[in-house]
């Protein structure tokens, strides 16, 4: 095991080598679009595959079909998609180059290079801008050649941007103006309900920036693309033949022409691809009522047509503060490493394209702006709402980007839980079985992660106070905070027969790691009462830490002194102690510097080709979970370790699905999770480097 350890040193290079520059390494799948969890397009790129070379897809892997082609002195070239029209070449794919928030790829179309950006801004501190379901494309071309070429592009979108079922009939309308706007929708909507992860409701629209050089058109794929093709513009004409989405597949275009490049890039001509719907979320209130929540821009918009035109014209600003956040980003990663900076990137995306900012309305009907709450899906495993075990490994992404996110993700589970609908002396596993349905469990038939949950609320209920200095929270929660550390101090110290976060594992009796949370939760409460003035409390809740700790330590740890086990007593056990993380984080220090000494030394020997398992059950491991123990290793060849690992199986070209945090050690095999919002816990090393930059409240 160790000689595998030694070439991830090396893992710099992808599993195989391609024709283009890529810029920090080919990921599996490509963010394009990516900024809800009904905005979320990819490019399944696997081994190699060029932006021209496959329809981008749905997280799901379903096609979404987005097509470009670009016209050069005649000459045709496809440069997205994989549209089948007779008379367009493809493009050559010179570069592709990632961000935090950019997907940039140069192709070259014989003379002219066309520059692609694809734009998903992640505005974390400006919550009105977080809200807007829409994304960017850019488009600009460039001589290669030294010379002048006429030029002109087209893109198109299709109706499958608005169903997981092509067989449904859909509507669609064009409307002209300063803004041009292409609406497809589905003819019949089925409020808060999805088919294949897509919502049945709302609407998708395609925008451009009107002028005399801009042409559209609507009507069948192989019709409108021929058009351009033959002609170089559209005809400015629609169809109005409604029908299912795979009934001669209706596309939405719009032709631009550049008019003469030479070796000055071309102003860039820009697209908006969003979905909207209203309202958005039903989230349970106190006797169980049901209340209806809008995303959050409504509050500052009248009309989708003029968020629209806001956010076409915000283009060049926007870009300007997505390079900010890149910047900001890779600078703090990348003085951890270059590996772990390009880890980060490919992980900001697919962690905020996970969230809806919402709000209610006030009885006179009017916004209620001081009613914010966000929902996050738990995307491709359970779908589940807010589900608290996905929260919490997400959890140092919001930290890192602003602590107020964290705090309107808690809200909606400890009002809920205040109102005490939820009848479980324990905290609750989500807010809802079925996103975007965040009507509860009045039942309490929720999956029960009693010692997981109610140590993960804990702990990031005291790590936002922590980081914000807000202590709104724990000052109305108190009594429901009490309660679980209540449950923790009568559970953690010899857990039952349960399952963690990692459920897919199965349950077990007196799992370490989840006694560790416990305690670790047990003295998040403990400076909770303190910070409140409650001295009773906090001293009662510290010596009882103080008297479990040896014992936990004294049960858990392996005969010969060298590694914790995976549950007491089962001395050949062991696994990734990835909750010390929260001790570090929260700053408690409840657990002595050698027992992370302890496990940093283990873990050097048991390493394999793309990381450490798990645990000993099985060979398998979390990407999350590896990313959380590197920030608790005490020497940076064991911390590097860990990161080298992640990016090697994120740079491996074994898969072409959006990154997954679930996956085999020894091949990179991924298993069934895809495009979870978890891997915000990629971003566990500079979320806890920051503690040093502020005073933490203990």
Known sequence: MGANFLSLATSALTASSVSWNATPFNPASVPLAVRTPYLSAWLPQGVGTTLNGAWPQFWTGSTLGWAGYIRVDGAMYTFLGDPVVPGAKSAIQKSLEFTSTQSIFVMTAGPVDINVNFLSPVEPT???????????????????????????????????????????TVNWTTTTGNILTHQVMLENQELYTEYNDHIQQGAAYYSTQNSSSVTYQTGQDAIVRAQFINNGVLANTEDINFRAVSNDWPVFAFAHNLGTVSTTASVPVIYTVGHVRDPAIQYIVANDVYQPRSIYFWSAYSSVADLISDFVGDYFAALGRAQAFDRKVQSDASAISSNYAAVVALSVRQAFGALELTLSKKSDGSWNADDILIFLKEISSDGNVNTVDVMMPAWPIFLYANPPLGRYLLLGLLEYQATGQYPNAWAAHDLGKSYPNATGHNAGNDEAMPLEECGNMLIMVLSYTQKSWDTSLITQYTDLLNQWTGYLVAEALIPADQISTDDFAGALANQTNLAIKGVIGIQAMS??????????????YSSIVQRYVPQLLDYATSGDGLHLTLNYGNESSWGLSYNLYADKLLGTNVFPESVYDMQTAWYATVINTYGVPLDTRHTYTKSDWELWTAAIMTNTATRDMFIDSVYKYAADGESNKPLGDWYETHDGTVYGFRARPVVGGHLALVSVANNADVDVLI
């Open 527 to 540: 400076i909770i009462s303190g910070i409140l003035g409650d001295t009773v409390n906090q001293q009662n």
């Open 126 to 168: 400006d919550f009105l801008k977080q809200s807007i379901p829409f994304s960017y494309l850019a488009l600009s071309a460039v001589s290669n050649d030294g010379g002048s070429h006429t030029v002109s592009v087209y893109t198109d979108i299709s109706a499958e941007w608005v169903s997981g079922d092509n067989s449904l």
